[in-house]
T-cell receptor, first 112, second 114 residues
Framework: NAGVTQTPKFRVLKTGQSMTLLCAQD?????MYWYRQDPGMGLRLIHY???????AKGEVPDGYNVSRLKKQNFLLGLESAAPSQTSVYFCASNKTPGYGQFFGPGTRLTVL | AQSVAQPEDQVNVAEGNPLTVKCTYSVSGNPYLFWYVQYPNRGLQFLLKYITGDNLVKGSYGFEAEFNKSQTSFHLKKPSALVSDSALYFCAVRPSYNTDKLIFGTGTRLQVFP
């Protein structure tokens, strides 16, 4: 099992550009999450999904959109990137919220 | 407001000594509590969790955590620290049974010196 994978690992964008981060899991998990990690702020939840075709807002959803068209994939989109979105983005999944979450290796995004 | 606090940004301990990384929470109801570890340039790894039952829970790599309801704490402990334990540790809480999300603390950097 590959677990949770994220594509790409690194990306540099210019302000106003758009991009999509892909998260894939092969554990048949229902729940998937997107977090951003910033120094001194821990992990903050951007959006999450409780199953295929569902999405919900987390703590910091503004400027991001998500889609869960297939159970194994959870996409995070930035329509118009801003420097404040420079961060490390982590995807996670789990079977149910009572279980520990499995994290991907992260995507380091820099917006110039 | 529901929150998790990790009062120490960094904890320094000598190899072989016991270590404690502190976590306190503020949520209503009966929370689910978790500890995660993050090594440099890696994603978080699940260490252990408390849902119900025995207040002392054991997890991966020899770590354990003690749930204290009266003090609303869930401190991470290890009897004998290793240099390889040096990493960033996050406490997280699922506030109640009908919540899908976790609230993470800001993290504590553990540095174990040889």
């Amino acid at each position: 099992n590959a677990g949770v994978t994220q594509t790409p690992k690194f990306r540099v964008l210019k302000t106003g550009q758009s991009m999509t981060l892909l998260c894939a899991q092969d554990m048949n998990h229902e729940y998937m999450y997107w977090y951003r990690q910033d120094p001194g702020m821990g992990l903050r939840l951007i959006h999450y999904s409780v199953g295929e075709g569902t999405t919900a807002k987390g703590e910091v959803p503004d400027g991001y959109n998500v889609s869960r068209l297939k159970k194994q994939n959870f996409l995070l989109g930035l329509e118009s990137a801003a420097p404040s979105q420079t961060s490390v983005y982590f995807c996670a999944s789990n079977k149910t919220p009572g279980y520990g979450q499995f994290f991907g290796p992260g995507t380091r995004l820099t917006v110039l | 407001a529901q929150s998790v606090a990790q009062p120490e940004d960094q904890v320094n301990v000598a190899e072989g000594n016991p270590l404690t990384v502190k976590c306190t929470y503020s949520v209503s109801g009966n929370p689910y509590l978790f500890w995660y570890v993050q090594y440099p340039n890696r994603g978080l790894q699940f260490l252990l969790k408390y849902i119900t039952g025995d207040n002392l829970v054991k997890g991966s790599y020899g770590f354990e955590a003690e749930f204290n309801k009266s003090q609303t704490s869930f401190h991470l402990k290890k009897p004998s620290a290793l240099v390889s334990d040096s990493a960033l540790y996050f406490c997280a809480v699922r506030p109640s049974y009908n919540t899908d999300k976790l609230i993470f603390g800001t993290g504590t950097r553990l540095q174990v010196f040889p």
